[in-house]
């Protein structure tokens, strides 16, 4: 579809978001990410039956890891969309980058 | 098994106090199982603890290892060779593994980062529930097999007290009162005799009462 | 050569196994791949220079905004360099001879000049063509040299010359390091052997000029549909921006005027072309995406959203990008003076004469055949209908007159990609039926080169392969500076750019490059895995490599198509989605995919039409079939129909197929119920219990079809069930067919239909698609009865498409009443003592109708029959709606994302009998792709258990949504590899992290977003 959305969003792909552990994310924002998003497809049409809504409970959990340690929660989300729905994916990837930007950087950026 | 939940990652900061060289311990049985202590749990904590300082801009070392069991000494004896590496070691294993590592480390500071609860059992994936107290004299028999000890507020031993109210306990709505079950489950299992037997005074001394207990089997003893 | 009845027969019992497939566009190509993969050899024969039909030309499809090209090129693909396909362009049947079975067909090859043996497809010809002839790919809108290729995916990659344009030079020739160019070229004839054939040549638009009225050809900024489809194209004449013909600039105002060559008895088209609808409404939501603040509005008399998930299209279009639709049809269309901007005349569904200008006019024409088309039928003796249409029946709707042949596709009908996708499909079993004993006696087996072992240690060598996609890429990212990075990152010993990665010649670099420079591991930077993973495998496993130790980065997707105006930042994103494809191909390891042994027998769930023909025909492809029936009786829903709405005979129909269905290779099983199901494509095992004695029996079988069908929904509201004069369609035409008209004491009776009751709501978006076709029929059959029935059919789209659209005419033509309703206005049906009420709104008199009606019919929805228990034992997914959802809705229209699995009739979406018997010929085919195979292979992406750190919890025992994972007698979780789907649930859960993906590996993962931050 070709929308345009912020180019600081980078895709990591996985078969299911029901692949996405809870440590996948954690190590992310240990390596130095602002936000971490998980893209799973509509609730109900997930190919492998239930993996994208096992992903959104443990993106709620990350969301409280995140607080514990003063990161906030907000950096994590989970959004559904269906593969035909690039408008969705492009809105989102708008929303996340806007919501992260008012949080601003990550207070974990590794010394450069 | 034995259950057991994560302490709040700010009791962990306040009793880590100053020590940044951490010596993170999980424990392969019970508390892999449900889902407090294992490999993942202590990859969990320890990415907590790194997040937290990199933010707070300091420096330290956080080091993963999950042992097998650290309620015996010789998976206990496998960190000997890096123990001292570290200011602290922070398990994740139930009371009786933290203190058994204390035991092999004296000179360090050995740190619980669980709390151990109950032993229970998977009422679900991601559910658990008490079943045993481990009281030292076993009556199960006699109440078709659920425990007033573990399972009723006060332990009664002999039908349930005014608070049983439709099935439940006063304490709340979710719990059941264990007499409730003793008995429907007596009477499906055809043994309402049991109910009317009248169980003696518990010796408490089996139980913890009796200070803390042992075990030994000659015949495996070496 | 004469045949006696004597030789035929003989002949007939040793057929050829070879197939000709006419025709190179979708549907030609899925008919080709299918036989060609279930052993039987293909002659793909097409009269354009390149297969891809005119799927090549369309920039998205809908509902799912796919681009057309990215979809379909893995097939043109897998078509050229499918060993068992022969791929015969610029070419025409002249002429079939022979009894079915062992056809001689002449096949004429008109001159390329350009020589296939020797064309590298490097394009160094049309670079020094001094000619610039107009290009007919994009319809006209942009020129191209003499000598070309029609796309740049094109398959074959042969230039030719277009001798009309060519001044004959001599340039070409001596720039041709190839020697490929010869002037002396000139037409051919070859003879081919063939059992059986399939028709497959498509469509042809409808030729605007012949309806003046709209000015196409006169008024520059009228243009048509397939035009917009170029320039919306990232390939087209502006390069994917918007633009209008006659000053470039962009149009804000656009309207789209449905139906120009269809529907329209003037010019002889009086069908439905059943597609423009919805390309209209795709074209309008894509016009919008590229250009935000365009405003479409489309004219239309109905809006045909008659498939599967269409209606929520409809809807978004309206919602979410406020186009506007228009129920009304243009009379005329002339131009502003001076400003080229366009005035649409049409009168307003009040009846008003109104005009409104628009600033672009795009007029959706309708499909029609091709002279061409309809000659080459005339010569090989295929009938064709009054519209120039292959000419099929209801119940044989892929057989064309003559026997041995058959027809798929647009010209069969007119038809969207997924119906065209399982026809061919269906035609492709069709046509191996007829041939099934001498399936494998001219297929040859694919060898690989033995695989160079790749041993986990050894050093990762990389080589980097970066696309520059045309300009999709290359006119964003720097490629050549990505290139550059590229060679500095670690382990990547070989970095090189391409026009066209997925191009056939550079398949041929790669493997070079394998070769020359000792890679171990592959990257291909460009578009989707999705699309060109499988393809790229293919290759690097040809270059002895295996596939797994390949890698791809999306930089055009996820980069340069969408960060477009940020050619900088597109750069370095670019970079840094190749360093993360790098950190994790060093981490790639091959995986090994074990041979398991197909048991070549079939299940077939739900005896219905679908369940029936789809047993039916497996077993005339020569496999054992078990049928399974909850009911005590076969037939499904046909045993409620009694006619269609051609006149067909259903119960005729019916009780010949039940007959045929009682096949020495066809074990019923009525009364039956699966309860349980295990096993992977090829293995299945299934418990079926089979009532009153409830007998459980262990069936083991190699593919599963789904048939389970749909029902009537018992409708809610209007009385039903209240008052015995509230019917449904189906009980109508039971009465109909029983003439049981007791109660109407009426001489000329009223009678009311209500559409659209219980579909296109909230709890049911999507549309029943035959209602509208089944309230012509029984509202014809009433009036046959008793012409002086009054028929009101209150609707709010009729949607009789293809030929369908001819008794809608008819109808009006018998003087049923047509009235549309807005379902915020619904027709209100209540009742005064006795006598029953309806009352809606007219929109012509714009007022508040009651009427007394004898007789109110409810068109009630299509809801799939009991589904949920099957479906979660199958671990097969459903729609919101219950229907069985497909793997993917444009070109997997009847397999499921788990293999073996296949669906067919009404329990994938509302059909006729005429597509339900389709699909089920579609998934026959489909599943033949694996039973013909002795073995498969299995194994790859799967769960992988380090048992030595497994704590035997059954975490991934509960959490695998397939049952997956045992706690084997070693106390440790266990994951059958054939059995395991790679969805990496239980990796991401086990407490122990004992569990991992393999290709998605922890360490891969971390490695991939480790390489995100920093650089």
């Known amino acids: ?112 | 098994m034995i259950v057991g939940n994560r302490k709040d990652f700010s009791e962990i900061l306040e009793k880590l106090g100053a020590a940044r060289r951490v010596l993170l311990l999980g424990c392969n049985e019970c508390v892999t199982v449900c889902g407090v202590g294992g490999e993942r749990e202590v990859g969990v904590l320890a990415s907590e603890l790194r997040l937290y300082w990199t933010k707070e801009g300091e420096t330290f070392e956080v080091r993963e290892h999950t042992l097998e069991r650290q309620c015996d000494y010789e998976y206990i004896d496998q960190i000997r060779g890096f123990a001292d590496d570290y200011d602290v070691i922070l398990s994740m294993a139930c009371g009786a593994g933290v203190q058994y590592v204390a035991e092999a480390y004296k000179t360090k500071l050995v740190l619980p980062a669980v709390n151990t609860t109950f032993l229970g059992v998977t009422i679900e994936q991601g559910m658990w529930s008490e079943r045993c107290q481990g009281c030292g004299a076993c009556i199960l028999d006699m109440t078709g097999g659920i425990c007033p000890i573990a399972r009723c507020a006060k332990s009664l031993l002999n039908g349930p007290c005014g608070g049983s109210s439709e099935g439940k306990c006063e304490i709340d709505k979710e719990t059941d009162c264990a007499w409730q079950l003793i008995v429907d489950r007596l009477k499906e299992s055809g043994q309402m005799e049991r109910y009317e037997e009248i169980l003696p005074v518990k010796d408490w001394r089996t139980g913890r009462d009796g200070g803390p207990r042992r075990r030994v089997r000659e015949d495996l003893k070496l | 050569m004469e045949f006696s009845d004597r030789a035929t027969h003989s002949d007939r019992a040793k057929p050829i196994g070879a197939v000709m497939v006419v025709g190179g566009g979708i549907g030609g190509m899925q008919a080709s791949l299918d036989l060609a993969e279930s052993g039987f050899y293909v002659y793909l024969v097409d009269h354009s220079p390149t297969i891809g039909g005119v799927m090549s030309q369309l920039d998205k499809t809908f509902p799912t905004n796919d681009c057309a090209m990215c979809i379909m090129s893995p097939k043109l693909v897998d078509s050229g360099r499918h060993r068992n396909i022969r791929v015969i362009t610029n070419a025409e049947v002249k002429e079939i001879l022979g009894p079915p079975g062992s056809f001689e067909a002449t096949i004429i090859r008109r001159p390329r000049y350009i020589r296939a043996d020797k064309c590298t497809g490097c394009g160094e010809c049309a670079k020094h063509c001094p000619v610039t002839a107009i290009d007919s790919y994009n319809e006209g809108m942009s020129r191209r040299a003499a000598v070309y290729l029609r796309y740049p995916q094109a398959i074959p990659k042969i230039f030719l010359i277009d001798r009309e344009a060519c001044i004959g030079c001599g340039l070409c020739e001596r720039v041709c390091l190839a020697g490929a160019v010869d002037y002396g070229d000139r037409e051919s004839e070859e003879k081919i052997s063939v059992g059986s054939v399939i028709l497959a040549p498509g469509f042809e638009v409808f030729d605007a000029k012949r309806r003046p009225e709209f000015g196409y050809g006169v008024f520059p900024n009228v243009i048509t549909s397939i035009e917009l489809e170029r320039i919306l194209s990232a390939t087209g004449p502006h390069r994917s921006h918007l633009l209008r013909p006659s000053d470039g600039a962009i149009p804000e105002r656009i309207a789209f005027i449905q139906c120009v060559g269809s529907r329209d008895a003037k010019c002889g088209n009086d069908y439905c072309s059943s597609v423009c609808c919805m390309y209209a409404v795709k074209e309008a939501i894509i016009a919008k995406e590229h250009v935000p603040f365009v405003k479409p509005t489309i004219f239309n008399m109905d809006i045909r959203a008659y498939g599967k998930g269409f209606d929520a299209y409809y809807e978004r279009a309206k919602a979410d990008y406020d186009v506007r639709f228009i129920k009304s049809m243009v009379s005329k269309v002339r131009e502003k003076q001076g400003s080229g901007n366009l005035l649409v005349a049409y009168l307003n569904e009040e009846g008003k004469a109104s005009e409104e200008e628009f600033d672009l006019v795009v007029l959706s024409l309708g499909m029609t055949t091709s002279k061409s088309v309809r000659d080459t039928a005339a010569r090989l003796g295929v009938k064709l209908n009054r519209f120039g249409f292959c000419e099929t029946e209801t119940f044989t709707p892929l057989a064309t007159s003559r026997e041995g042949i058959y027809v798929c596709g647009a010209f069969q009908s007119p038809k969207d990609i997924p119906e065209t996708v399982a026809q061919a499909s269906g035609a492709a079993a069709a046509a191996a039926e007829m041939i099934a004993s001498a399936r494998g006696t001219l297929t040859t087996k694919k060898e690989y080169p033995p695989e160079d072992e790749v041993k986990p240690e050894e050093e990762a060598r990389i080589g980097v392969f970066i696309c520059h996609c045309g300009i999709n890429i290359g006119g964003v990212v720097n490629v050549p500076a990505v290139k550059e990075y590229a060679r500095t990152l670690p382990n990547v010993v070989h970095a090189d750019e391409n026009l066209y990665t997925c191009s056939q010649d550079t398949q041929e670099k790669i493997k070079n490059a394998v070769k020359e420079h000792g890679l171990n591991r592959v990257i291909v930077a460009s578009c989707s895995p999705r699309t060109h993973e499988p393809m790229f495998r293919e290759t690097i496993r040809e270059a002895g490599l295996n596939k797994f130790l390949f890698e791809m980065a999306n930089i055009r997707d996820q980069c340069s198509w969408v960060h477009m105006r940020r050619k900088a930042e597109a750069t370095e994103k670019a970079k840094l989605l190749v360093r993360m494809a790098v950190a994790n191909a060093r981490l790639n390891r091959s995986l090994s995919e074990t041979e398991v042994p197909v048991v070549q027998r079939g299940l077939v769930i739900g005896g219905g039409v679908a369940g029936m023909t789809a047993a039916l025909r497996l077993a005339e492809q020569g496999f054992e079939v078990f049928l399974v029936e909850k009911e005590d009786r076969l037939g499904g829903n046909l045993l409620n129909l009694h006619y269609t709405i051609e006149g067909g005979d259903v119960q005729a129909f019916l009780r010949d197929l039940i007959d045929r269905v009682s096949h020495s290779s066809i074990h019923i099983l009525l009364n039956s119920l699966v309860v349980d199901f295990s096993g992977v494509r090829g293995n299945f095992t299934t418990g079926v219990t089979t009532a009153p004695a409830m007998v459980h029996q262990k069936i083991q079988h190699g593919i599963t079809i789904l048939a389970t069908g749909a029902e009537e929904e018992k409708p809610d509201g209007y009385l039903y069930g209240e008052d015995a004069r509230v019917l449904t369609q189906l009980e109508l035409e039971d009465r109909l067919y029983k003439g049981d008209w007791g109660q109407i004491s009426n001489l000329s009776p009223e009678v009311v239909m209500i559409q659209c009751v219980g579909s296109r709501n909230e709890k049911h978006p999507s549309c029943s698609r035959t209602c509208c076709a089944t309230a012509v029929k029984n509202a014809l059959k009433l009036k046959k009865l008793n012409p002086a029935m009054n028929i009101r059919i209150l609707y709010r789209d009729v949607r009789t498409y293809g030929f369908l659209e001819t008794y809608y005419a008819q109808a009006r033509r018998e003087g049923i009443i047509f009235v549309r309703y807005d379902p915020e206005e619904s027709p209100e049906v209540k009742k005064e003592g006795e006598t029953l009420m309806i009352s809606f709104e007219d929109k012509i008199l714009k007022e508040r109708m009651t009427l007394r009606p004898d007789l109110i019919v409810l068109s009630s929805a299509s809801i799939p029959r009991e589904n949920k228990e099957l479906a979660n034992l199958l671990k097969v997914p459903r729609t919101a709606e219950g229907f069985f959802l497909e793997a993917h809705m444009k070109l997997r229209p009847v397999d499921f994302a788990s293999d073996g699995i296949y669906v067919a009739g009404s329990g994938h979406a509302p059909k006729l009998i005429s597509e339900s018997i389709s699909q089920a010929y579609a998934a026959v085919a489909r599943a033949c792709t694996i039973l013909s195979k002795e073995n498969l292979l299995v194994g790859g992406i799967v769960a992988v258990v380090e048992g030595e750190r497994c704590a035997a919890c059954l975490t991934c025992v509960r959490v695998c949504p397939y049952e997956v994972p045992v706690v084997n007698v070693k106390g440790e979780a266990e994951i059958d590899i054939i059995k395991c789907k790679g969805c990496g649930t239980c990796a991401a859960e086990c407490p122990a992290r004992a569990i991992d993906l393999m290709h998605f590996t922890t360490g891969q993962l971390e490695a991939k977003v480790g390489a995100l931050v920093g650089g």
């Open chain 1, 1 to 112: 579809m070709r929308l345009s959305y912020p180019g600081n969003v980078k895709v990591v792909k996985v078969p299911c978001t029901g692949r996405v552990d809870v440590l996948l994310i954690l190590r992310a924002f240990e390596s130095g990410v602002d936000g971490v998003y998980l893209a799973g497809c509509l609730e109900g049409e997930c190919h492998f039956l239930r993996g994208n809504l096992r992903a959104r409970r443990r993106v709620e959990y990350v969301k409280g890891l995140l607080e514990e340690v003063g990161l906030g929660g907000n950096r994590v989300e989970m959004f559904n969309m269906s593969a035909s729905q690039g408008q969705r994916f492009a809105q989102f990837a708008q929303e996340m980058t806007e919501r992260i930007r008012l949080l601003g950087p990550s207070p974990v950026k590794k010394g450069e």
